[in-house]
């Protein structure tokens, strides 16, 4: 069964500094990753996206995730955190077997980034 | 760009009311999904569908039915609204095919008192 655990629920960092959302998942297939961020009242957007290509994925604003097989983990990170990345992240996992259309969301981690 | 509206951005209903929330994508996708997001539980989903007229089960659909008459649009209805279904919901589409992406809508904050 696939499950997505995010380590963290809130991250505070300083604006400028690095960031590390982190995101470990369980997976009976080889599966798809995703990193979506939802600002306050709104709708998820995507961030970045992993389906089997390059292990380390970029995506918008800046961020970045990497694929590591061997620690089942996709960890998110940006070299440089700005205020409008405020907001609260979360860690998606899909099976690329026949349950494709299933989608399993990390409970979130609400990034704090303070000036 | 994929947009996925919803007719509501806030509402407020009585226990007991059917409550309609409507979901439209224009982007022809074949897969609709209803979650609903509470603090600390991240999303959970209540209906899928992949085709008209075609539905399956979520992970929580007690107290919800689902329906898809056009390929556009994907309504959620509470068939007698509880207070336990405060809830934001958030609508999605995503084309077939492995490794596709869910395109969100902007959500409905809907409040049962």
């Known amino acids: 069964a696939q499950s997505v655990t995010q380590l963290d629920s809130h991250v505070s960092v300083s604006e400028g500094t690095p960031v590390l959302l982190r995101c470990n998942y369980s997976s009976s297939y080889s599966p798809s990753l995703f990193w979506y961020v939802q600002h306050p009242n709104k709708g998820l957007q995507l961030l970045l996206k992993y389906t089997s290509a390059a292990t380390l994925v970029k995506g918008i604003n800046g961020f970045e995730a990497e694929f590591k097989k061997s620690e089942t983990s996709f960890h998110l990170t940006k070299p440089s955190a700005h205020m409008s990345d405020a907001a609260e992240y979360f860690c998606?996992?899909?099976?690329?077997?026949?349950?494709?259309?299933?989608?399993?969301f990390g409970s979130g981690t609400k990034l704090n980034v303070k000036p | 760009d994929v947009k996925v509206t919803q007719s509501s951005r806030y509402l407020v209903k009585r226990t007991g009311e059917k409550v309609f929330l409507e979901c439209v994508q224009d982007?022809?996708?074949?897969?609709m999904f209803w979650y609903r997001q509470d603090p600390g539980l991240g999303l959970r989903l209540i209906y899928f569908s992949y085709d008209v007229k075609m539905k399956e089960k979520g992970d929580i659909p007690e107290g919800y039915s689902v329906s898809r008459e056009k390929k556009e649009r994907f309504s959620l209805i509470l068939e007698s609204a509880s207070t336990n279904q405060t809830s934001m919901y958030l609508c999605?589409?995503?084309?077939?095919?492995?490794?596709?992406?869910?395109?969100f809508g902007p959500g409905t904050r809907l409040t049962v008192l």
């Open positions: 999605a589409s995503r084309p077939s095919g492995r490794g596709q992406e869910q395109f």
């Open positions: 998606v996992v899909s099976d690329r077997g026949y349950n494709f259309n299933k989608f399993y």
């Open positions: 982007m022809d996708h074949e897969n």
